[in-house]
T-cell receptor
Framework: GNSVTQMEGPVTLSEEAFLTINCTYT??????LFWYVQYPGEGLQLLLK?????DKGSNKGFEATYRKETTSFHLEKGSVQVSDSAVYFC??????????????FGTGTRLKVLA | EPEVTQTPSHQVTQMGQEVILRCVPI?????FYWYRQILGQKVEFLVS????????KSEIFDDQFSVERPDGSNFTLKIRSTKLEDSAMYFC?????????????FGPGTRLTVL
């Protein structure tokens, strides 16, 4: 079945450092790909998305490119801030047998940014 | 901007009791989902619901669970006889009938604690 693999955390960075969180997927067909962020004590917020190969999703300085050849959707940010400290989830939209398009999530990567 | 709402934000119950978690999806959405996140773990799909019936369910969604759309706005998840291992954050999500990204919109979650 379809699956998502994320790099293990936690990731600890100093403010203004470059961030990469790796995400690879296994899927039949061409799923849409997403990054969600979960701040402490809060729910899931969509960070960015991409629907087809070579699409680049971007939001709040974060970027991720849908790479079909490497089945990857790595999250990057050039300069992190303390306020970016959160858990980041990579997800794909799985069509399923009934066209439900349920999400399959990765395990999440906790990011801690130090001032 | 329309959003998915969930009530209560936190529910504490005794083992063996029934609980009902409530969600109000975005009004023009037709697909509804429940996900679960055990503390510190990844978000897992429970069930999807469309056209007043379950369209897909996971292995977690056993006979103790049921979903219902009792009226035109609410979407509920019932756990008949709660177990300790049901303690988790439960997220409701909804999506439009069609859409480029099959993007789901998540509610803030209900934290269920079973004692």
């Amino acid at each position: 079945g379809n699956s998502v693999t994320q790099m293990e955390g936690p990731v600890t960075l100093s403010e203004e450092a470059f961030l990469t969180i790796n995400c690879t997927y296994t899927a039949t067909g061409y799923p849409s790909l997403f990054w969600y962020v979960q701040y402490p004590g809060e729910g899931l917020q969509l960070l960015l998305k991409a629907t087809k190969a070579d699409d680049k999703g971007s939001n709040k300085g974060f970027e991720a490119t849908y790479r079909k050849e490497t089945t990857s959707f790595h999250l990057e940010k050039g300069s992190v801030q303390v306020s970016d400290s959160a858990v980041y989830f990579c997800a794909l939209s799985d069509q399923g047998t009934s066209g439900t398009y349920k999400y399959i999530f990765g395990t999440g990567t906790r990011l801690k940014v130090l001032a | 901007e329309p959003e998915v709402t969930q009530t209560p934000s936190h529910q504490v119950t005794q083992m063996g009791q029934e609980v009902i978690l409530r969600c109000v999806p975005i009004s023009n959405h037709l697909y509804f989902y429940w996900y679960r996140q055990i503390l510190g773990q990844k978000v897992e799909f429970l069930v999807s619901f469309y056209n007043n019936e379950i369209s897909e369910k996971s292995e977690i969604f056993d006979d103790q669970f049921s979903v219902e759309r009792p009226d035109g706005s609410n979407f509920t998840l019932k756990i008949r006889s709660t177990k300790l291992e049901d303690s988790a954050m439960y997220f409701c999500a909804s999506r439009r009938p069609s859409g480029l990204y099959n993007e789901q919109f998540f509610g803030p979650g209900t934290r269920l604690t079973v004692l």
